[in-house]
DNA sequence: AGTGGACCTGACCTT
DNA sequence: CAACACAGGTCCACA
């Protein structure tokens, strides 16, 4: 096949118009910046100032905000399925229409939740919060992929940000689908799960820098491709809270932390809080929740969990992200 | 049941 | 400058 022109990144509108859509929204519904880099998602990059290049749904995207607007566009794969004629129109076929995206990136940033609304709830209960919220406003609750989100919070465990940020990068490129290059950059999927169940797995994630994690990823996979399968882990979504939860702590790995920021993160469950050891200490300090462990038991955890949600209600998940 | 250690790694901050 | 504690926990082995 013939070799494509290298690709650019993208960084605004007005150099090629036709290349961008936009929705509509506003920043106290969501401030880009704040969400994409807050860690709920480790795979946005600030490719240039105010313009943010990731991968979502197997493509890649750059978003922007500009006042009311959200500004995306999308950028083609380096082979745009040239053998693949059958089906009818190629042109169709190759390219997402603009409704799909639309629909893909309003169910990513949840748009149809209003989160001013949930602002003002929550600051009418809590003071505290009324005090934050006015420095962070619009960051709302990411609605992402499943195996992502699961894979990606294994790796969080006793870990920092710069380093599970350049962990899942090469996890990415080592078993992820590649799916074009920026600026000579590749850019590669999110690895499916059958590309973790390999029996070198594990070996490669060592490789990889993953430590002891290695185990818990490719063990994680096994048990899931051995079980509910990746159909079975999005069904979590209409499961009950609960009974998500349990299925994804018997996984290696996951632990209540890990479990509550999957469901709350990518299965819908809005009232996971989760609870890590800075949470921990707010809860502690700020919110003088009395608990007399010197460390965070399942107890407290518990309890701590239990407090945020009687605060700010069935939301509290969200209203802790903030 | 509830608690203390070990666990991979490496950018970053104190000694 | 090198050692070090530490970082968005989890698992395992013992009271």
Not at 236 to 260: I, N, Q
Not at 279 to 308: C, M, N
Request: net charge neutral.
């Amino acid at each position: 096949s013939r070799s494509p022109t290298p690709m650019k990144l993208r960084d605004a509108p007005s150099a090629c118009p036709s290349l961008w859509r936009c929705l509509p929204c506003p920043p106290a519904e969501l401030r880009l910046d704040l969400v994409l880099s807050s860690g709920q998602s480790f795979r946005w990059w600030e490719s240039s100032p105010g313009a943010w290049t990731g991968v979502l749904g197997g493509r890649v995207w750059t978003l922007r905000q500009d006042g009311d607007r959200l500004w995306y566009t999308v950028y083609g794969e380096e082979d745009e399925h040239e053998e693949e004629q059958q089906g009818g129109c190629p042109a169709k076929a190759a390219k997402l229409d603009a409704a799909e995206t639309d629909r893909i990136l309003r169910d990513y940033f949840q748009l149809d939740v209003g989160l001013s609304a949930l602002y003002r709830a929550w600051g009418a209960a809590d003071p505290l919060f009324r005090k934050v919220a006015n420095d962070f406003p619009g960051v709302r609750v990411l609605r992402q992929d499943p195996v992502e989100c699961l894979f990606s919070f294994i790796c969080t465990s006793n870990n920092h940000i710069s380093r599970i940020t350049a962990m899942i990068e090469r996890l990415c490129q080592a078993f992820g689908r590649r799916l074009c290059c920026l600026d000579s950059r590749p850019f590669h999927a999110f690895p499916s799960l059958s590309a973790l169940t390999g029996a070198d797995a594990e070996a490669r994630l060592r490789a990889l820098g993953f430590g002891y994690r290695a185990k818990f990823v490719s063990g994680s996979a096994r048990a899931i491709a051995e079980g509910l399968g990746t159909e079975g882990l999005c069904q979590l979504r209409t499961e009950p809270y609960a009974e998500a939860r349990r299925v994804l702590c018997a996984l290696p790995g996951v632990g209540a932390k890990v479990a509550d920021c999957v469901c709350l993160l990518s299965l819908d469950k809005a009232e996971a809080v989760p609870v890590d050891t800075h949470v921990w200490h707010i809860a502690q300090q700020r919110y003088g929740v009395a608990l007399g462990g010197k460390s965070l038991t399942p107890r407290a955890y518990q309890e701590i969990g239990d407090f945020f949600r009687g605060l700010w209600g069935p939301r509290a998940g969200w209203a802790q992200a903030v």
